[in-house]
């Protein structure tokens, strides 16, 4: 028996494929510019887009940049990894809102979004006062 196959295709605004298999290929090209930033080893935990994991090491930071353009990112996981460290403030660094607005039902997390340094630096200031 044939199988029927529906799909609603969208174009997107945007000029690469991020978080998908197509930008595989890209791995050696981005991981050059990356190793142009200097990357710091963080005693706060960096949650890895795509699976979830605390990162802390330099070495970890960037392989996980590294995979981060062509791997499914999770960002219920990511979610269900904050809650469950019990902490109460998410600082969402990069363009789009997409987890904050995925953490808007959950009352117990404050949710900050940025996508550049002035605005990062008044939610810090916010964050001092609570």
């Known amino acids: 028996m044939k199988k029927l196959f529906f799909a609603?295709?969208?174009?997107?605004?945007?000029?690469i494929?991020?978080?998908?298999?197509?930008?595989?290929k890209y791995k050696k090209h981005f991981s050059f510019y990356l190793k142009k930033i200097?990357?710091?080893s963080s005693t706060n935990a960096i949650i890895s887009n795509h699976n979830s994991n605390l990162l802390y090491s330099k070495k970890d930071i960037y392989n996980s940049l590294v995979k981060q353009i062509y791997k499914k990112v999770r960002w219920s996981d990511n979610i269900k990894k904050i809650i469950s460290?019990?902490?109460k403030i998410i600082i969402e660094i990069g363009i789009g809102r997409i987890l904050t607005n995925l953490n808007k039902k959950n009352k117990t997390i404050q949710s900050y979004s940025t996508d550049h340094?002035?605005?990062l630096s008044l939610i810090v200031d916010i964050i001092k006062k609570l």
């Open 8 to 15: 609603k295709i969208i174009r997107l605004p945007i000029l």
């Open 17 to 24: 494929a991020p978080h998908c298999l197509l930008m595989k």
């Open 38 to 40: 200097n990357i710091s």
């Open 85 to 87: 460290l019990r902490k």
């Open 117 to 119: 340094s002035k605005k």
